[in-house]
């Protein structure tokens, strides 16, 4: 059943990618961008339509999924990395774990969705056409090619321009587990 | 017609993420769904730094290491928010935002 | 006495009381605060005899001390003839009010006598003051105790009744100070961006006064909002309705200072901010602040006619008689400047000393309405004499001080339009009548059937409070016998204001303007009291006394 | 990274050392708040005293990313002498509640860090790092009391909107790095003086601009973008409210000083609209909605975006040409502390009693009961009216002259700004003279036994008052510091 | 005489205040003081009228400076007293008649409870009324203008329970304060034109200058100085006040409302004759209400059956005659009159006061008759008083009237001589209306009083007797030798009281261009005098056939039925006399009714329009608010959307400024 649906789904996504492969004569990158962007917009979709909290978290998934290979494609392969190991690795299990904390389960609509979610979408939606608005009608001064960077440059400008931020990074990291820890553990004595 | 060399795309494709999230934020009632949505926000502000990085000349590295620490902050700001999450269901048995109203005017 | 700042000790002794009070226990509260104020009336004393009146237009005593330095802002504190008039009556009312309210303020006692001292330290600041920042920074201090004190120790209605004056009077403060920054910059933006002086009342004054003075429009504005605070504080018709509401509710004491003292405020800072720093706005807006004083005047008695409660009357009478300050100081005549200011310090005692009289009648029956008043003249003889005795200063009996203040403003808008004159004297019957019908419900006739059923309670009035009346008493006998003690004194100030305003040669009211202004009034008059029916109830029930 | 570095960042580095011995002191000796308290102050103590000497001199670390100057040096000192109150504040009201304070000391330190390096930052990333550093212990002070439904359900709103905020902050940010290409704020400042100087503003960069303005005027909590500072206040256990009211508040604008005033300083004119505007419908919407409170901390809530636009009255006089608005600022930002920890300060004493609301009806008549913690609390209203001679009116009073100054400089909006300003200070007084109402005015509705407080809590409470008073009637000193803190950047 | 002249006014303040402060101790013994006082008083008056009136003074009289009163800048007023024969005449008639008066007093209020209140009352009044003719300035003299008003006030309120005497105390102060603006308005006005408030600079500058050179014209002075004169000595529309003032005791009717006080008015416009001389159109005012109110006063005396207000009217009347005097250019018969009037007025109200101690207080004259018996020095006296005011020769009143009928013709005012003429028939009818009714007829006192009936004592006959005799001699004395008896004898020059005022009206008689003729006793004015006696024996005649007669052999019973018939053939001014034209009803309407309302309703305007928009404000925003406050719905999804919503306007807005982005 879920294969059935992971197979339509696959079709839908791969089908703009080949159109653009075949008939507009682009790249095998373009092809591969079309393919994964279509992919995580859907997934992203899922994520903020779908009833089944759970679905929603693995269609999170989906989509970081397809931003690491975005990322590859742009040609940042680190992040790539970071990307499947932080965010699949270690957020989306946290948030897994939650929900199964927080016992929410699949749920009719009218508990899924605000009163308010037609105005929501509406404003979403102007939000998106004036920023594409506004990109396209801006000259970003960007190179013709991307470029992809090699591991050590970005070490070299790691410790060199950005050491500050790395390190303060590790101490809100630490901030944040320390009072983390204390807001979810629970006291005696508290009620649940 | 080279889509994969072309910064817009990009961010457009950032745009619409960051619009998605967006929606989710406003539309959904779980805390954690809402939670989600903040995070697709916050990947496709990333994605767009990354698009930048990889185009802009003067940015080079600097792109992929805001990104690095980008996503190191978005797992502190999960961590924090779980952890407030789950406190506040113990108080009030429910997921649900839109429940916590006792505050108002 | 020029070894030490005596100014300086005269505004801060009672702070110093204060203080003590603070410490000590509250048996000692009242000892303490009645010393405290006598002592600073002692020293102003002193002032006055140190005081060379021959030089009264100048500023004796200065002290200046450098306080803000990135602005030039001073601690500085002077004395003239006019100030050093309001001061004495400051220092005199305070040490009155505070021996007034030994009885009949009986809770809080320590936290009272603090607020009364704190207060008498703004007052006397504001009259000091020649440093507008400084001057702001006292105008304020006086409105937090004077809030504290209708507020704890007011009637029933005091809450409403306090909130309202200190939002009235912030109203206008506020905009001050902003006329106040902003008269600074123009200072120190002509000055090639140098701070000093942009906020000394001198420099500013001789700026003022040199070529041109400030830029016209600023002028204007600035003007408008020190004549806001100046005539909400007067208060001026249509800004007076916070004073009736506050003089009910306030205690007795609070009554005598804010009539007192606090309306003064007003009419001085008309007088040295408003004439001296925007001669030229001061002369735009002259004629409709004749208007308005001519309107407050007679409106103002004629509301005190059908006042039920002795002190609304009393409260509304004050608007009447501080409309002839008003257009004293706007006539810009000496003798209608010279009427202004006596009749600032003599309304100071004669209705200082009617709230003081109504208070003692309080005391006894816990009442102050009118009707349920009379034939006290039967069980309080000496008290009736008394009463009587200021019901007549306050309606202008020559020989007493009210009289000479409210003749010189006469005199002095005569001489400016015989038209302001013929309408400002109608006070002198409706001003009579007011308070001989007062006086008649009040002492005459038969003893009424409340004030008898109230039997001994009803002593006649206690040596305490003669002797917080006797002194007032013979200074309404010494000034109107003597006012040029007075005059001398303020001459000096007075030359130098008029100076200031080139003696009000320019302004010259338009007749048609007044006579619009009033028919203005009497229109609506006219046309409600055609068609009664909406008050003919309370009319009948006013008139039939 | 060399020593010359280490040195200049020497107190941020104290003050990550002191949140983490914090911690550490709690983990050899569990439970023993004094000690925790000994740690904090003597560690506070120290990073003061860095401030102070290595702040003397201007100086860069780490390849320009981190900037020590008089700003600096200022703000730091606000932002330790918040923390380090705070930290008096909170003992009783923890104690009583059996609050551990451990951890609420750890989490406020490093709130303080963030703080620290938002007013240090030269680079935009570590600005933004700053910020985040700088909130996210926000959210969980603000859920400290985690038992209690109200404390938990601020600390979720302030999170869920806090973070969407960043994200939208983030973003924008995003934008200007790719217009600029780099994350230098001198260099952004330069790169942007040359892009408008020829051609104004481009699309991408008003995007850059509004996502931006929007994720600032949040984490100022300025009308239309406050929604989350009354529940929160309302909520939180009231020291944090306190902190919250003015800490990241502060901070957030120190972010606007070193984002807004340097990074973007050449595009000034195009931003100073967009500032009235907010100033405008700040205050005058925050004092309206709080003359119907009936709860004191909503109340106060309320009052502090109030006093956000006061001081954006002060920014937008800057952004018109005057640098006295700087000063203003800067001035306020330093009053509206004192005056706002010790407004809550008092408040959280008379709560020190579990279940103690913060309703009106509570501070009826408490002169009776506590005379001197009713006098400090009418000091402290008074100065937020602004009322001479407290910090709070001179304050405004700077602000407001920065305004006219604009004003007569030929920006006449200003002046009007200033009159609407001072029309809603009197409005204010409504409702902070209705509080002393309750308190001098009103007989109490139970008579309670008046309560003991903490010497912690006394001393607290006296230096605010004093410094409230001081800035007041002797400005003097703290002007000649605020003006060279704004002739850094100006 | 520099400390003499000041010492009249001090004794009595010095009284006062004696009184005032330690009199309740006193008891019975509160006179002493105050009579004693007064009583000095009049001696040295004495010597100073003497010193003046032999010309010890000089012709511009003598001033005594106290101190600087008012010392403001160009507006410089002395504390200074002044003497002149002007002074001089109405320093004889206020201390003569003060002192009896207090003398009568001591017996008249005997029983009183506020005996020692009552003298020192007296006292003040005596004081204010010395300061009113000493005074230098015209600022003094209004000063003691309004101190005789309070005193009168104080004295006619006296007895404060009686709602009735509070009201009229009222009454009588506010209606003096009419005039009183007037006269404040008018002392402005002189000051404004000559820059000086003393009384002989401002005219000397008045009377020098050409009268375009005065920025407030001549005329309007004058008049608003006659408005104060009318305030004081009640003339029409400003008469309501007396009549009330009978609420007082009846010595302070006698002192104040007859004697003194109510002369103030016309010694006011005598010492400003050159004012009044220089704005003719003002005198004809001045005449017209004079004579107006001596006709409409009598007109009312006629049917009053209170003998007190009787009087009281009669005064009015005669001060209209003075008046009319006055506006004619007759100031010397005018002064006349005052002195004359003074004295039969005064001793006419003395009398009065014993008959109504002599009924118990009852002062309705349809419950007396018969009296002459029963209280012959009363009678005696008081008869003298009627034959004087009515004119007869050769008492005093028929030299100064005639004088004042005289002049009035012959300066071509024949229409106030004949007005003048018919008042006179009045006058003589309603004072023999008055004693018929009390003191002949048959008793109809009351039962139980009848037999308690008895003479007043000594000190307040003897009073009496001293004043009858002026009464009867005072004005062939004061006129001779000039008319009308010195031609007669073959006398030359004017006479004895003209020639004191002459260098008083020297300058209004120049401005006015008077000269005078002779005297032709033969001719014109033996006319005018036959007329005017043989008109007073009319009205005296007429008086008798309707209400008797008892004098001597001259017998004669009333006849009320002819009485009730005359009044019914006039019905209207039957009525309108009985009710005094209804003038109280129409104050009442115009003060009371539409005054109040007037109040009221800008009561209502100050507490619901003005303060109402104050009110309003606050509420507003207050409102306002509450509705801001319904954003905060506590939901985070609308706190956010909110925000989006934010953030898009501000995408917007900055889009703009692009310039289209």
């Known amino acids: 059943m879920n294969l059935m649906i992971a197979a339509i789904a696959g079709a839908i996504i791969t089908t703009p990618a080949l159109l653009i492969f075949v008939l507009g004569g682009g790249s095998v990158d373009d092809a591969l961008f079309a393919a994964l962007a279509t992919l995580m917009l859907t997934s992203a979709l899922l994520v903020v339509t779908m009833r089944d909290i759970i679905r929603c978290g693995l269609a999170m998934i989906v989509a970081f999924l397809a931003l690491a290979g975005i990322y590859v494609i742009v040609g940042a392969p680190l992040v790539a990395a970071a990307q499947v190991i932080v965010y699949i690795g270690a957020i989306s299990v946290l948030i897994l774990f939650a929900i199964m904390l927080t016992e929410s389960k699949d749920a009719p609509s009218i508990l899924v969705f605000q009163t308010q979610a037609v105005p929501a979408a509406v404003a979403s939606i102007i939000l998106a056409v004036l920023v594409t608005l506004g990109i396209s009608a801006t000259d970003w001064g960007a190179a013709a090619v991307r470029f992809r960077l090699g591991t050590e440059a970005l070490a070299q400008a790691l410790f060199r321009d950005y050491i500050l931020p790395f390190e303060v990074v590790s101490v809100l990291l630490l901030a944040a587990v320390i009072g983390g820890v204390f807001i979810a553990k629970r006291e005696t004595g508290d009620p649940g | ?105 | 006495m020029d070894g030490l700042p005596i100014l300086t000790v005269i505004t801060f002794l009672p702070l110093a009381g204060a203080l003590l009070i603070a410490f000590l226990p509250s048996t000692y509260a009242r000892p303490v605060a009645l010393g405290a104020a006598l002592l600073t009336w002692v020293v102003s004393l002193l002032l006055v005899i140190g005081f060379s009146a021959s030089r009264g237009g100048l500023f004796q005593f200065t002290e200046e001390v450098s306080w803000i330095p990135v602005f030039g802002i001073e601690y500085k504190l002077g004395v003239d003839g006019l100030s050093l008039l309001l001061v004495v009556l400051t220092t005199t009312l305070s040490w009155i009010s505070i021996l007034a309210s030994f009885k009949p303020i009986q809770t809080r006692i320590k936290e009272y006598m603090i607020s009364f001292l704190i207060l008498e330290v703004g007052m006397i600041g504001v009259f000091l003051a020649l440093d507008t920042f400084l001057f702001y920074i006292f105008w304020e201090i006086v409105l937090v105790p004077m809030y504290l004190i209708i507020g704890i120790w007011g009637g029933a209605n005091r809450i409403y009744a306090t909130i309202k004056f200190v939002l009235y009077t912030l109203v206008g403060s506020l905009l001050m100070l902003v006329a106040i920054l902003a008269t600074a910059f123009a200072f120190q933006a002509t000055h090639g961006g140098d701070w000093t002086g942009a906020f000394d009342y001198e420099a500013l004054r001789t700026f003022a006064a040199s070529g041109g003075g400030f830029d016209p429009t600023l002028q204007l504005l600035a003007f408008g909002a020190f004549f806001l605070a100046f005539a909400i504080k007067v208060p001026m018709f249509p800004f007076h309705t916070w004073l009736p509401d506050a003089h009910v509710e306030a205690p007795t004491a609070g009554s005598v200072i804010l009539a007192g003292v606090l309306l003064k405020l007003g009419g001085y800072g008309f007088i040295r901010y408003g004439l001296s720093l925007y001669p030229d706005a001061a002369q735009t807006y002259a004629p409709a602040i004749i208007i308005l004083s001519l309107i407050a005047i007679i409106y103002g008695a004629i509301v005190a006619l059908v006042q039920p409660d002795l002190k609304k009357l009393v409260a509304y009478s004050s608007v009447s008689h501080m409309g002839f300050v008003t257009l004293g100081i706007f006539i810009f005549q000496p003798q209608g400047m010279d009427g202004a200011i006596l009749q600032m310090v003599n309304h100071g005692l004669i209705t200082g000393a009617l709230f003081l009289l109504v208070g003692v009648i309080y005391e006894r029956t816990h009442d102050r309405t009118i009707a349920r008043m009379g034939g006290l003249a039967a069980r309080m003889p000496v008290y009736v004499a008394i009463f009587g005795f200021f019901v007549f200063a306050s309606a202008g009996l020559p020989g007493l001080s009210g009289f000479v203040g409210e003749f010189l403003t006469l005199v002095g808008s005569f001489a400016f339009n015989p038209l302001t004159a013929a309408v400002a004297s109608f006070v002198m019957i409706l001003g009579a009548a007011y308070l001989l019908w007062m006086f008649q419900r009040v002492a005459t006739g038969e003893l009424s059937s409340f004030l008898s059923g109230l039997g001994s309670h009803l002593t006649d009035i206690s040596p305490t409070e003669i002797l917080t009346l006797a002194p007032l008493m013979a200074l309404v006998v010494a000034f109107g016998l003597f006012p040029g003690i007075l005059l001398d004194i303020i001459n000096g100030s007075v030359d130098r204001a008029l100076s200031d305003v080139n003696g009000g040669a320019a302004i010259a009211i338009d007749p048609l303007v007044l006579a619009i202004g009033l028919g203005a009034l009497a229109a609506v008059v006219v046309l409600r009291v055609v068609t009664l029916p909406m008050f003919r109830g309370r009319a009948s029930a006013e008139t039939s006394a | 990274m060399t020593f010359e570095d280490l040195v200049t960042i020497a107190p941020f580095v104290a003050a990550i050392l002191v949140a983490v011995g914090v911690v550490v002191a709690d983990v050899i000796v569990p439970g023993r708040r004094t000690i925790v308290l000994a740690v904090a102050f003597a560690g506070l103590a120290i990073v003061t005293l860095l401030t102070i000497t290595t702040g003397a001199t201007a100086a860069t670390a780490f390849g320009g990313s981190y900037r020590v100057d008089d700003l600096t040096t200022y703000l730091d000192l606000i932002f330790v002498g918040t923390v380090a109150l705070t930290l008096l504040f909170a003992p009783d009201y923890l104690e009583a509640r059996r609050l551990p304070m451990a951890e609420f000391a750890a989490v406020l330190l490093f709130a303080l860090t963030g703080a620290m390096l938002l007013a240090a930052s030269a680079d935009l990333l570590v600005l933004f790092i700053g910020l985040e550093l700088m909130v996210l212990p926000g959210y969980l002070l603000a859920g400290y009391h985690k038992s209690d439904g109200f404390s938990t359900e601020g600390a979720i709103k302030y999170f869920l909107l806090g973070s969407f905020s960043s994200a939208i902050f983030l973003f924008g940010l995003a934008f200007v790095w790719g217009l600029t290409g780099t994350t230098r704020i001198a260099e952004v400042a330069d790169q942007l003086a040359a892009m408008t100087a020829t051609g104004g503003l481009s699309a991408g960069l008003a995007l850059g601009l509004a996502f931006m303005s929007t994720g600032v005027a949040f984490k100022i909590a300025a009308v239309p973008f406050h929604y989350w500072t009354p529940d929160a206040y309302q909520g939180s256990p009231t020291p944090v409210t306190g902190y919250l009211s003015v800490g990241p508040k502060v901070a957030a604008f120190a972010l606007i000083l070193r984002l807004f005033v340097e990074a973007l300083g050449p595009l000034k004119l195009d931003w100073l609209p967009v500032v009235v505007v907010l100033a405008l419908l700040t205050m005058t919407v925050g004092n309206l909605v709080a003359l119907t409170q009936t709860n004191v901390k909503r109340m106060l809530g309320y009052s502090s975006i109030a006093h956000t636009g006061y001081i954006l009255v002060g920014l937008a006089a800057y952004a018109a040409g005057r640098i006295e608005g700087l000063e203003g600022l800067l001035f306020y930002v330093a009053a509206y502390s004192v005056m706002n920890l010790g407004v809550f300060a008092v408040i959280a004493a008379l709560q020190r009693r579990p279940g103690v609301t913060s309703n009106l009806d509570t501070f009826a008549g408490i002169v009776r009961r506590e005379p001197a913690l009713a006098i400090l609390m009418t000091l402290f209203l008074l100065s937020l009216t602004g009322i001479p001679p407290t910090a709070g009116f001179f304050a405004k009073a700077y602000v407001i002259l920065a305004a006219v100054q604009a004003s007569q400089a030929g920006n006449e909006v200003l002046g009007l700004l200033a009159v609407i300003t001072v029309l809603n200070a009197a409005a204010a007084a409504f409702y902070y003279l209705r509080i002393v109402v309750y308190m001098f005015m009103r007989d109490p509705v139970s008579d309670e036994p008046s309560m003991a407080h903490g010497r912690l809590m006394w001393t607290g409470l006296a230096i605010t008052a004093l410094l409230t008073i001081a800035f007041g009637l002797i400005p003097g000193p703290l002007l000649e510091i605020v003006r060279a803190a704004a002739r850094a950047i100006g | 005489m520099e400390t003499l002249i000041p010492l009249i006014a001090a004794l009595p303040i010095a009284g006062f205040l004696f009184t005032a402060l330690v009199g309740r101790r006193l008891g019975k013994q509160a006179h002493i003081v105050p009579v004693a006082a007064v009583g000095i008083a009049w001696a040295i008056a004495m010597v100073v009228v003497f010193t003046a009136l032999t010309g010890g003074f000089g012709e511009e009289g003598r001033s005594v400076k106290l101190w600087d009163w008012i010392p403001a800048g160009g507006f410089h007023i002395e504390a200074a007293f002044f003497v002149d024969n002007l002074t001089a005449c109405l320093l004889i008639v206020v201390t003569t008649i003060g002192l009896l008066v207090h003398v009568y007093s001591i017996g008249y209020m005997s029983h009183d409870p506020g005996y020692w209140r009552f003298f020192a009352y007296l006292n003040l009044f005596m004081f204010s009324m010395l300061l009113l003719v000493l005074g230098d300035s015209w600022l003094t003299v209004f000063v003691a203008w309004e101190l005789v008003g309070l005193s009168s006030y104080l004295l006619i309120g006296f007895w404060y329970r009686k709602n009735s005497a509070a009201l009229a105390s009222k009454k009588a102060f506010l209606v003096n304060r009419v005039g009183d603006v007037g006269f404040a308005l008018g002392i402005m006005a002189i000051w404004v034109n000559t820059g000086t408030l003393n009384i002989r600079e401002s005219i000397q500058v008045l009377t020098s200058q050409p009268l375009t050179a005065f920025p407030i014209p001549i005329a309007i002075v004058a008049l608003l100085i006659f408005a104060g004169a009318m305030g004081k000595s009640a003339q029409f529309p400003l008469h309501v006040w007396l009549p009330d003032a009978m609420e007082g005791p009846t010595p302070v009717s006698a002192l104040i409302h007859a004697a003194t006080m109510v002369n103030a008015g016309v010694y006011l416009i005598a010492r400003a004759n050159p004012i009044f001389a220089s704005a003719p159109e003002a005198m004809v005012v001045v005449a017209g209400i004079g004579i107006f109110t001596a006709i409409l006063a009598a007109s009312i005396a006629m049917t009053q059956t209170d003998i007190k207000r009787v009087l009281a009217y009669s005064t009015l009347s005669q001060l209209g005659y003075m008046f009319a005097a006055l506006g004619v250019g007759a100031w010397t018969a005018a002064i006349f009159h005052l002195m004359t009037h003074g004295f039969f007025k005064g001793l006419l109200f003395l009398g009065s006061g014993s008959v109504i101690h002599a009924v118990h207080e009852e002062q309705d004259m349809r419950k007396m008759g018969g009296l002459a018996k029963k209280i012959p020095h009363t009678y005696r006296t008081m008869l003298i008083g009627s034959i004087a005011i009515a004119g007869i020769p050769p008492l005093a009143g028929f030299f100064s009237k005639d004088e004042i009928l005289g002049e009035a013709f012959k300066l071509g005012f024949t229409w106030v001589w004949a007005i003048g003429v018919l008042v006179a028939v009045m006058t003589a009818f309603y004072m023999f209306r008055l004693i018929g009714l009390t003191f002949w007829g048959e008793s109809r006192v009351d039962k139980v009083v009848e037999p308690k009936i008895h003479e007043s004592p000594r000190v307040m006959t003897i009073p009496l007797w001293l004043l009858a005799i002026p009464s009867l001699f005072l004005g062939l004395f004061l006129s001779w030798p000039g008319p009308p008896l010195g031609p007669l004898f073959g006398q030359e020059g004017p006479g004895l009281l003209a020639g004191w005022l002459e260098p008083v009206y020297k300058q209004g008689f120049e401005i006015l261009g008077r000269h005078e003729e002779a005297f032709a006793i033969f001719g014109i004015d033996g006319v005018l005098i036959l007329i005017s006696v043989a008109v007073a024996v009319i009205g005296m005649v007429a008086a008798w056939r309707l209400f008797g007669v008892e004098i001597g052999r001259l017998r004669r019973r009333g006849n009320p039925e002819q009485v009730t018939a005359l009044s019914a053939r006039a019905p209207f001014l039957y009525r309108a006399s009985l009710n005094k034209w209804w003038f109280d009803e129409l104050n009442h309407l115009m003060f009371m009714v539409i005054g109040g309302r007037i109040a009221a309703f800008l009561w209502w305007f100050d507490a619901n329009i003005v303060d109402g928009i104050v009110n309003g404000i606050g509420t507003v925003t207050r409102l306002s608010g509450g509705g801001l406050a319904r954003v905060q719905t506590g939901r985070v999804q609308n706190y956010a959307l909110g925000i989006a919503i934010g953030l898009i306007v501000m995408v917007a807005s900055y889009a703009l400024m692009t310039g289209g982005g």
């Open chain 2, 1 to 105: 017609m080279g889509l994969a060399n072309s910064l817009d795309a990009y961010l457009v494709l950032s745009g619409a993420l960051f619009a998605i999230g967006t929606f989710g934020f406003l539309a959904r009632r779980n805390a954690i769904s809402m939670l989600m949505s903040i995070e697709l926000m916050l990947n496709a502000v990333n994605l767009a730094i990354v698009a930048f990085g990889s185009f802009i000349p003067t940015l080079k590295a600097d792109g992929s290491i805001i990104a690095l620490m980008v996503i190191a902050v978005a797992a502190a700001e999960a961590t924090v928010g779980l952890a407030i999450i789950i406190a506040i269901y113990r108080n009030r048995k429910t997921p649900l935002v839109d429940e916590y109203d006792h505050m108002r005017r």
